[in-house]
């Protein structure tokens, strides 16, 4: 045999042997699982099993956590309620999946199928005929969650502040939606209304050694997340004595915002080039993270005490670590528009004024690009008392940019000035000359670019028969996009294939154009047009990072279970796992549309069947209906403080 018909041979049997592995892996997805016999839901052998199931659990979503912490603190003997459950049963990483944006996460657990079947896969969405954002939350959802189907086969359930659970639904139970608060005890966050007043005389828990080092933080995030924490658990213990729900579903959402806020005074190292901590703050905020974790395994062990009989599920959706370059640089989207003539704002930028000044002489930089960008960087963070026409002229003869004063560099300052201290800060859009815009999606790897049409949007400018042509040279604009070095500034660019027409079926409306940002091209200093551009511009002028937000999301989260029907020992999870292994728990049917596996090997019933049906979509009505509703004023402050929107 010679040496061509060897390679030849070789390759072939290379081939042959990835067909035969890939063919086990569909064997194994489609007959263990896929094509075993389906029931129903209204099987009379299941309900009577359902029925006859004496099972309870109790869920503790505890956003953020992660192992990296809780195993330093069990180890000093800080976290007695995780120490006990991590000694006695099951626990594992759990492995999310990026973008880690947690209503989709969360909505996944609860539903176990992906984010592009249930549709929560963002903080807020874009409605039709609106330029305003709305929650992402239930009232968009399309997949059943397990609070339906509970209460479809008549099991007591009660479900408290789950992310993107809102608003209140008619449960078999009791349901308290995603962003309760004593402030906020109505009837769209409390099912049934009845409990509206047993809320209202509640008095929530005090841990007196918290309260006390909050006074000394004197933070106000710190505050509000006790109170809130402490709220939800108190709200649980009242209703686990009075109800004793078979599935109970809590979710505590400020270990996440903590983390996001002071991991550069817990971890500080290989953060100091980033993230300046001034001794005094570096003492005062340095147990901040820790306490916090404290103050929740205080929270946790009064929900095990409560629910004694109940086997627990402790789980986060993510992981945190220090946040770093290129993660945490993030494309402004709106901001290239702006440079590339398509998006107008109604306040011109200070990049804008001064660039004005720079064609008429007046500001004069060898770099002016970069001067330009950086004199505005540093001029936002200037006190607004401090912005008078006299110290921006100090401010720019010191550099050399500016030579001598006049009325007219005079007037200009002044214009400058009303820029800076407009209380819009130079972002609000002029939708009378913007052709195209981004929404809040910056945490998404593929983001969206809309068309501002005519008809379609409050103040649209493009007409529809021009929305295929202008859409298609739009595309080719951006796909020409790159750096000095060639790398282009989109990894690509394309037309969502869910707006073939301009207009999308459904409530939530996706974007005309797709794209996903290319990390290889913060190597370069200048964006050009095309090869032969020479006007390129500085790319720092279309980027923004976190400023306060020092630690940040990580696919590693926490899994554990605890109870006398869990076996003790290591396990390993996805985010899909979960909605089987709880339908399974209660002997209910898993939908054979979830991807995810049931974790048996947590649990001591080495016979108990998988039964599976089709899917509980169409099956189970969800009883939320849309109607439209804009961000609450708190909602947009704790999106804002830990860098979710902007």
């Known amino acids: ?56 659990l109790l869920v503790i979503g505890v956003d953020g956590a992660v192992w990296k912490i809780i195993l330093n603190l069990t180890g000093e003997g800080r976290l007695p309620a ?45 409605p039709k005929g609106s330029y305003e954002t709305e929650p992402m939350d239930s009232r968009v959802r399309e997949a059943p969650a397990l609070w339906e189907i509970f209460s479809h086969f008549g099991k007591k359930v009660a479900v408290i502040n789950w992310d993107a659970g809102a608003p209140a639904e008619p449960v078999n139970g009791v349901f308290l939606a995603y962003g309760i608060s004593p402030k906020n005890l109505t009837e769209e966050f409390v099912y049934p209304p009845e409990w509206i007043e047993k809320l209202k005389k509640i008095d929530p828990i005090q841990i007196k050694w918290f309260e006390e080092k909050l006074r000394g933080w004197n933070h106000p995030a710190l505050s509000r997340g006790y109170e809130e924490d402490r709220f939800m658990v108190s709200c649980a213990l009242e209703i686990l004595k009075e109800l004793k729900p078979d599935l109970m579903m809590i979710y505590l959402r400020n270990i996440d915002e903590v983390s996001h806020l002071f991991w550069r005074y817990r971890y500080p190292v290989g953060l100091e080039y980033r993230f300046f901590n001034p001794p005094q703050l570096e003492n005062r905020f340095r147990e901040v993270l820790d306490s916090y974790y404290q103050f929740t395994d205080q929270l946790i062990s009064y929900l095990l005490k409560s629910a004694r009989g109940y086997t627990v599920l402790i789980l986060s959706d993510h992981g945190q670590d220090a946040t770093y370059p290129p993660k945490n640089v993030f494309l402004e989207i709106n901001l290239l528009l702006h440079k590339l003539g398509y998006l107008e704002y109604r306040i011109p ?39 008078t026409p006299a110290n921006l002229l100090k401010f720019f003869q010191a550099q050399g940019k500016i030579q001598k004063n006049s009325p007219e560099v005079e007037k200009d300052l002044e214009k400058l000035i009303t820029i800076l201290t407009h209380p819009k800060e130079e972002g609000e859009i002029d939708w009378a000359r913007t052709r195209l815009f981004n929404l809040s999606d910056f945490h998404k790897d593929i983001r969206g670019i809309y068309l501002n049409l005519k008809n379609r949007e409050p103040e649209g400018v493009i007409e529809f028969p021009d929305f295929h042509k202008f859409r298609k040279q739009v595309i080719k604009e951006l796909k020409a996009l790159q750096g000095e070095n060639g790398v282009k500034l989109f990894k690509r660019v394309w037309a969502n294939p869910e707006k073939k027409e301009p207009i999308a079926p459904g409530n939530i409306d996706p974007p005309d154009i797709l794209v996903e940002f290319n990390p290889s091209v913060l190597s370069s200093q200048y964006i050009y047009r095309s090869r032969s551009d020479t006007s390129p511009f500085f790319i720092a002028s279309i980027l923004w990072s976190y400023q306060d937000v020092s630690g940040d999301h990580i696919p590693e989260g926490i899994i554990l279970f605890y109870g006398k029907d869990v076996r003790m020992g290591k396990i390993s999870a996805d985010i899909y796992n979960l909605a089987p292994t709880i339908l399974w728990f209660f002997d209910m049917p898993v939908g054979s549309d979830m991807p995810g596996q049931v974790l048996k090997e947590a649990f001591n019933f080495p016979d108990k069947p998988i039964r599976y049906i089709k899917s509980y979509q169409g099956k189970i009505q969800i009883p939320v209906k849309y109607q439209s509703r804009k961000l609450r004023k708190e909602e947009k402050e704790k999106l804002r403080a830990v860098g979710y929107i902007k």
């Open 1 to 56: 045999m010679n040496e061509k018909t060897r390679k030849k041979y070789l390759v072939w049997g290379l081939i042959l042997l990835i067909l035969f592995f890939s063919g086990l892996i569909v064997f194994e997805i489609y007959y263990f699982k896929k094509e075993v016999p389906l029931t129903s839901i209204d099987n009379p052998e299941i309900i009577s099993s359902v029925q006859n199931n004496q099972n309870k």
């Open 82 to 126: 995780f120490r006990q459950i991590m000694e006695r049963g099951a626990r594992g990483i759990l492995y999310s999946e990026p973008p880690l944006i947690s209503p989709a996460i969360w909505t996944t657990y609860a539903t176990g199928v992906s984010r592009k079947v249930h549709q929560i896969d963002n903080f807020v969405f874009k």
């Open 349 to 387: 930028r200070c990049e804008d004024q001064l660039e004005k000044m720079h064609q008429m002489s007046i500001y004069q930089a060898n770099s002016w690009k970069e001067s330009i960008f950086f004199d505005c960087q540093k001029l936002r963070s200037v006190k607004k008392e401090l912005l």
